[in-house]
């Protein structure tokens, strides 16, 4: 009788388990088929983003030439950033749905009491960074910002 009960259980925890990865495999091919546009400078200039963030398309307005070279490249910096941000919003949104469709999955711990679950102790990855590589810290500068002399021969030393 215990058995049959256990056996039950773990039935449907396996049916469970397929409706979840389901979902999943569904929500895969929704967030694959995304894109995201964004513009700057007047509707001027126009990008769109894959899912995985890719450029696929740019385009220019016919008053495109109303901008100089400088601002035309702030201006796809711009609406490529945008748009990188709308579908990081867009596969946030797809995620949540997918979280809130999922939670019903039961934890591993609820079976084996004791047992860490494997979703607990995934990390969050960092965001990249959206500034242009110049423009970043250099690691072995002083993060306060402070001025850190070295000396000729340390210098010559690490060029080479």
Known sequence: ?????????????????????DAIARAQQEQAQLTATATAAAGRVSVVVNAENVVIQVRFSDNIDDLS?????????????????????????????????????????????????????????????????????REDEPADGTVRFTALSEAAESAW
Request: charged content about 30%; proline content about 11%.
């Open 1 to 21: 009788m215990a058995n049959e009960a256990a056996r039950a259980r773990l039935e449907e925890l396996a049916d469970t388990v397929r409706e979840g990865m």
């Open 69 to 137: 070279y400088p601002e035309i490249a702030r201006a796809v910096t711009a609406a490529t950033q945008d748009a990188a941000a709308a579908m990081h919003r867009k596969t946030k949104d797809l995620l949540d749905t997918l979280r809130s469709d999922t939670a019903r999955i039961p934890r591993l711990s609820e079976y084996l009491p004791g047992m860490p679950d494997v979703h607990d102790m995934i990390p969050e990855p960092p965001r990249a960074p959206v500034t242009p590589p110049s423009a970043r810290r």
